[in-house]
């Protein structure tokens, strides 16, 4: 028997245990991670209270479609979510759509003057002397201190425009 012959049946054994690998591979990576049973009960309500502009709701589908909890993950629907549970009055995304733009994560690009202008309106919203808004400054002055005056410029009238869409007025102070 020739070198030749006996590679030929080494070789397709070999292809398709690699394309059996490429398979599980691939299968391994869309499926779901494990879905606490609390999430999934929720989910569908979520869904539904999303749909018809619920800022909760928002907040927890946008939670679970970054985490890919109990679906695959969509970071761009997500943030969007996100986005609008604060438009609607619950600042809890706030803190991840400002790391979202700090570290360039869930596939936005990395851009200080967003995360300074999120900062800005997680700022204004937050109760007039209470911890988080001395926490939010300091967040603030630590990112303003590597921008130009036009960066922060640009930040500020951001905010601005985030602040407009805000549908629950933050508290005066």
């Known amino acids: 028997m020739s070198g030749r012959s006996i590679l030929r049946p080494l070789a397709v054994s ?12 691939a299968m391994s990576t869309t499926q779901p991670p494990a879905c606490p049973p609390e999430v999934q009960r929720r989910l569908p309500t979520w869904e539904a ?7 909760p709701a928002q907040y927890f589908l946008g939670l679970a479609l970054l985490e890919g909890t109990c679906a695959l993950p969509d970071p761009v ?11 609607g009055g619950v600042p809890l995304g706030i803190d991840i ?5 700090l570290d360039g994560a869930y596939g936005q690009p990395k851009d200080p003057r967003e995360a300074l202008a999120w900062l800005t309106v997680g700022y204004r919203l937050a109760p007039p002397e209470s911890p ?15 921008m130009t005056p036009a960066q922060e410029a ?5 905010a601005r425009t985030l602040l407009a869409h805000i549908r629950v007025r933050p508290p005066q102070s």
């Open 14 to 25: 070999l292809g398709i245990l690699l394309l059996a690998w490429h398979y599980a591979m």
């Open 49 to 55: 209270q999303s749909a018809v502009g619920d800022p």
């Open 77 to 87: 629907r997500g943030l969007a979510l996100l986005r609008e549970s604060v438009f």
């Open 97 to 101: 759509l400002v790391q979202a733009a």
């Open 132 to 146: 988080r808004r001395r926490q939010l400054a300091a967040q603030m002055e630590t990112i303003l201190a590597g």
């Open 154 to 158: 640009h930040a500020l009238a951001r």
